[in-house]
């Protein structure tokens, strides 16, 4: 992918509508989970919101990490973490925020499988068409020609740190890095936020 994709910026209404709209389809199904397994770092907030909305008390971490920087989602998945607590028996939901390859829910729902649930489904908050993998429940289909690099609150000063980064390098300095990313990105963002990532990280 480009170093400098075109970028859509989730909000926290976005979030809990597209939680509401995961949970509802999982009641449709008569499928509510007794435990919830977030794949941190990414779907821990998903996890957490979908067990509040399905009143689910049980929730388990599980990493399996996709290598790379912001806006490069290639490279191997890997487990990185097992899971945080027993599933076998359970009925068992595999949470992630959004499938872009599709790799690292897949690998992820195959450690799950291996620990003997009594029944384990998938779900995200944003599937993209391309992906390789297609969850059991997910919030909205974005087609693979509508791609962008999705930044959530949860990981919005990482991500704005590497593309400032990234934008630095073609057009140094705050208000150069700001109209990069209005330009090449479609992200318009406060100048007082790319002040804060100067801080920490040189901008040229």
Same mark, same amino acid.
């Given at each position: 992918?480009?170093?400098?994709?075109?970028?859509?910026?989730?909000?926290?209404?976005?979030?809990?509508?597209?939680?509401?709209?995961?949970?509802?389809?999982?009641?449709?199904?008569?499928?509510v989970p007794?435990?919830?397994?977030?794949?941190?770092?990414?779907?821990?907030?998903?996890?957490?919101?979908?067990?509040?909305?399905?009143?689910?008390?049980?929730?388990?971490?599980?990493?399996?990490?996709? &290598?790379?920087?912001t806006a490069?989602? =290639?490279g191997a %998945?890997?487990?990185?973490? $097992? +899971? !945080?607590?027993? *599933?076998? #028996?359970?009925?068992?939901?595999?949470?992630?925020?959004?499938?872009?390859?599709?790799?690292?829910?897949?690998?992820?729902?195959?450690?799950?499988?291996?620990?003997?649930?009594?029944?384990?489904?998938?779900?995200?908050?944003?599937?993209?068409?391309?992906?390789?993998?297609?969850?059991?429940?997910?919030?909205?289909?974005?087609?693979?020609?509508?791609?962008?690099?999705?930044?959530?609150? &949860?990981?919005?000063?990482?991500?704005? =740190?590497?593309? %400032?980064?990234?934008?630095? $390098? +073609? !057009?140094?300095? *705050?208000? #150069?890095?700001?109209?990069?990313?209005?330009?090449?990105?479609?992200?318009?963002?406060?100048?007082?936020?790319?002040?804060?990532?100067?801080?920490?990280?040189?901008?040229?």
């Amino acid at each position: 992918m480009a170093d400098l994709p075109r970028c859509r910026l989730a909000t926290w209404a976005d979030i809990d509508r597209w939680a509401h709209a995961v949970a509802e389809k999982v009641r449709a199904a008569d499928a509510v989970p007794q435990t919830i397994v977030g794949l941190t770092r990414g779907g821990w907030v998903p996890a957490r919101l979908l067990c509040d909305h399905l009143n689910v008390k049980r929730l388990v971490s599980l990493r399996a990490q996709h &290598w790379g920087v912001t806006a490069t989602p =290639t490279g191997a %998945a890997e487990l990185t973490e $097992g +899971l !945080s607590g027993p *599933v076998a #028996g359970h009925t068992v939901l595999v949470v992630d925020d959004i499938t872009d390859t599709g790799d690292s829910l897949a690998l992820a729902l195959k450690h799950v499988q291996e620990a003997h649930p009594a029944r384990a489904e998938t779900a995200t908050l944003l599937h993209i068409g391309h992906s390789k993998f297609v969850p059991t429940y997910y919030a909205e289909r974005i087609p693979a020609e509508a791609w962008a690099w999705v930044i959530f609150p &949860w990981n919005y000063w990482e991500d704005l =740190t590497t593309l %400032a980064a990234k934008a630095a $390098g +073609l !057009s140094p300095g *705050v208000n #150069g890095v700001r109209e990069t990313l209005r330009a090449r990105c479609g992200l318009d963002v406060p100048r007082a936020d790319l002040e804060r990532v100067a801080r920490v990280t040189p901008l040229g």
